[in-house]
């Protein structure tokens, strides 16, 4: 269970609130939820900016990096309630460097990889996940759950920014989801009407 390399959407939750608990809790539950719902890697979590949001249409700007395809996502209402929350005690902290940028240290400087890390491993401990916790865990995670609701994987190698749509299998191959209903009674049925009438 330690080398697993995604979390659970129940994981994630308690991520979350277990992040909340923190005195940057707002700010780090807020990262979280973006990271896991838009599947995005560190560097792209950590480069969000203002104005990659469009808070009353409902969309983010999503700038992939390793060559894959910058999209639109839809911004849900959870989404728009952490952003705002966490801008209000933004304003609070000492003046950003970097107004624009999203994700800032209380210092005011933008977010470093290794903070971004610590804040997902402190949150794991703290929620008491079997596993230890890193930033990419929560792009997986993205698309796993993507996977078990049954999404199209072209839709999840388009949402996820995957170039080469091999690298968005891996989420599909071993949804369980997939399968059900194949041993269920109607097919057995179906099937030995067939073999009946050859």
Known sequence: MAHRKFLTLTE???LMSAARNKQTGVRDSCLILLAFRHGLRISELLNLRYNDLEMVEGRINIRRLKNGFSTIHPLMSDECKAIMEWSQIRAQWKPAVDPDIIFISKRGTQLSRGQAWRIIRQAGEMAGTTTNTHPHMLRHACGYELAERGTDTRLIQ??????????TVRYTASNAARFAGIWEWNNLIRRDFCMKNT
């Open 12 to 14: 994630v939750h308690n």
């Open 158 to 167: 388009d949402y996820l920014g995957h170039r080469n749509i091999r690298h």
